[in-house]
């Protein structure tokens, strides 16, 4: 499920009032969120907002489960999807862009902690563009040089998680390969 705005909590809710989420996670499926932000119209200010955290919390408490459940339910969190392009210039870490990544950082650490206390059966993860490992360049802190200065969120989080939705299949392996390989480093 993609979660990109607060008004997407009205589909949530509606799946959590009706019965929906709860007839999956007790027929043993797994829910996997993935939250973006519908560039430019937001410019990365949504996931950096208070709004944001407490939106995933509520959130979150849809996805806590069932009673009755003899555990948690596990549901995957795939935060900030294409991270790197939140600010801009988009894939890179610079004076100019630091700061907002910084800040990013800090409400995805904020927000798996949110969802931890209300879903501790999820396991959370920040989210890549799967294209940031295919391209390096030290001089201006693009592609490979931008991904250390997330590495301490990264080790903070159950799991790295990156998209490959190239229009061509055939280049897809490829692309989740050189990632795994890659973010392994990281967690």
């Given at each position: 499920?993609?979660?990109?705005r607060?008004?997407?909590?009205?589909?949530?809710?509606?799946w959590?009032?009706?019965?929906?989420l709860?007839?999956?996670?007790?027929?043993?499926?797994?829910?996997?969120?993935?939250?973006?932000?519908?560039?430019?119209?937001?410019?990365?200010?949504?996931?950096?907002?208070?709004?944001?955290?407490?939106?995933?919390?509520?959130?979150?408490?849809y996805?806590?489960?069932?009673?009755?459940?003899?555990?948690?339910?596990?549901?995957?969190?795939s935060?900030?999807?294409?991270l790197?392009?939140?600010?801009q210039?988009?894939?890179v870490?610079?004076?100019?862009?630091?700061?907002?990544?910084m800040?990013?950082?800090?409400?995805?650490?904020?927000?798996?902690?949110?969802?931890?206390?209300?879903?501790?059966?999820?396991?959370v993860?920040l989210?890549w563009g799967?294209?940031?490992?295919?391209f390096?360049?030290?001089?201006?802190?693009?592609?490979?040089s931008?991904?250390p200065h997330?590495?301490?969120?990264?080790r903070q989080?159950?799991?790295v998680?990156?998209?490959?939705?190239?229009s061509?299949?055939?280049?897809?392996?490829?692309?989740?390969?050189?990632?795994?390989?890659?973010?392994?480093?990281y967690?």
């Amino acid at each position: 499920c993609w979660f990109n705005r607060h008004e997407d909590l009205q589909v949530f809710k509606y799946w959590h009032d009706v019965g929906h989420l709860a007839r999956w996670q007790m027929d043993g499926y797994i829910i996997h969120v993935v939250t973006w932000e519908p560039l430019p119209i937001t410019h990365g200010s949504y996931h950096t907002s208070a709004q944001w955290l407490d939106d995933i919390s509520t959130l979150a408490g849809y996805l806590a489960g069932p009673p009755g459940l003899p555990q948690p339910p596990t549901v995957l969190w795939s935060l900030a999807t294409e991270l790197q392009t939140y600010a801009q210039p988009e894939n890179v870490w610079n004076d100019q862009t630091a700061p907002y990544y910084m800040k990013l950082q800090a409400n995805l650490l904020a927000a798996r902690d949110r969802i931890k206390a209300v879903a501790p059966g999820s396991l959370v993860s920040l989210s890549w563009g799967g294209w940031q490992t295919s391209f390096d360049d030290p001089r201006i802190g693009a592609g490979l040089s931008m991904i250390p200065h997330f590495a301490d969120t990264m080790r903070q989080m159950d799991f790295v998680s990156f998209q490959a939705m190239q229009s061509n299949a055939g280049m897809n392996p490829a692309e989740i390969a050189r990632n795994a390989a890659y973010f392994h480093q990281y967690n």
